[in-house]
């Protein structure tokens, strides 16, 4: 007796643990397109399905993969204990402004969302119980931004962040939050490769991760078998904007050598897939360059204000010319040269 006693308080432990994880896993998701479907449609079986399951609220986060501070909401969410269990009798549903361009803007009507990221809690009929930015919620700590969302899910107005006024306190979580992002990225390799295809058809997945805050121009040369110059004579710079993201471009610098120029945001990472490399390298590695700065005819290159910060392309070469001009001089300042062997 004593034995089916202790396997049933096992199995309702585990049963709880269970329950505990799928409910942990169910309290954000991210609204994408499915089919002919509108964004509106999509929602609205959300707000349905909250409504079924009889949960507190559902609250709509605008955001896009440029946004520093959506980034910072979305690490706590899952990496936090506290904020999901503040979430975990209500549903945060992640919508792209950039993928859903117009339908986004004009989901909720009479609401801006251009500032990110908006947080806009929703009743089942789309009707708005409550709005406000993520700067408002409290983005340093666990403990405010939780606080925040339980609010929020009740439609009761924000706090300000306990912190707030607290200068000394407030340098001190940003300083956390550095070294923690510093920290995830320790150890891991700034480049990483996959080829695939014969030698002379080979095409590269290339990994690359800026793990630093600031962000930072990384070279790729066009060919294997001429490798990247401190001196390159360039005769024309182009400007180029993958078609499969409307935010994400680099710079082609035609010449000797040729070598492509990819804008890495900070702590963040471009995957390429389908890469061409023509040639091989006589050692047999690809390198790549990070730099401190790039300049052209004196002018340092600027990166685009909205740069992605985890940027994938399917097609390296699927692109469209935004800007070309002439021969100029071309400034490199490296900061670091990288190798990963080609197989």
């Not at 549903?91 to 947080?119: C, F, H």
């Not at 793990?211 to 070279?219: A, E, I, T």
């Not at 963040?268 to 897939?273: I, K, R, T, Y």
């Amino acid at each position: 007796m004593m034995f089916r006693s202790a396997s049933l308080a096992l199995w309702a432990l585990l049963l709880a643990l269970v329950a505990s994880t799928a409910q942990a896993s169910e309290v954000d998701a991210w609204v994408h397109r499915q089919g002919t479907k509108t964004l509106k449609e999509l929602v609205q079986a959300e707000l349905t399905a909250a409504k079924k399951k009889n949960l507190q609220g559902v609250i709509l986060m605008f955001t896009a993969d440029w946004c520093s501070p959506c980034k910072a909401i979305k690490e706590f969410v899952h990496g936090s204990a506290v904020v999901r269990k503040a979430l975990s009798k209500g549903r945060l549903l992640y919508v792209d402004v950039d993928e859903w361009r117009g339908p986004a803007q004009a989901l909720i009507p009479g609401n801006d969302v251009s500032k990110l990221p908006t947080m806009i809690r929703v009743g089942p009929n789309f009707e708005v119980v409550q709005t406000c930015y993520g700067s408002e919620m409290g983005l340093l700590h666990e403990d405010a931004l939780a606080h925040n969302f339980a609010r929020l899910l009740e439609g009761k107005p924000l706090d300000k962040p306990f912190y707030a006024d607290k200068p000394e306190q407030e340098r001190e979580f940003i300083l956390k939050q550095s070294e923690a992002q510093t920290a995830k990225t320790k150890g891991t390799p700034v480049l990483s490769v996959e080829t695939k295809g014969k030698p002379a058809e080979r095409k590269l997945t290339l990994t690359i991760r800026n793990n630093d805050g600031p962000r930072r121009w990384f070279l790729v040369p066009a060919r294997l078998d001429t490798p990247l110059q401190d001196k390159p004579s360039v005769r024309a710079v182009w400007k180029l904007k993958w078609s499969e993201h409307v935010r994400a471009d680099y710079l082609r610098l035609q010449g000797t050598p040729e070598f492509y120029a990819i804008p890495v945001a900070g702590y963040g990472s471009v995957v390429l897939n389908d890469l061409a490399l023509a040639g091989t390298a006589k050692d047999g590695k690809l390198w790549i360059w990070e730099l401190d700065a790039l300049k052209i005819d004196g002018q340092e290159q600027q990166f685009q204000m909205k740069l992605p910060y985890e940027l994938k392309i399917a097609h390296f070469d699927q692109t469209a010319i935004e800007s070309q001009s002439g021969p100029g001089k071309v400034e490199l300042r490296v900061r670091n040269r990288y190798s990963v062997p080609l197989k």
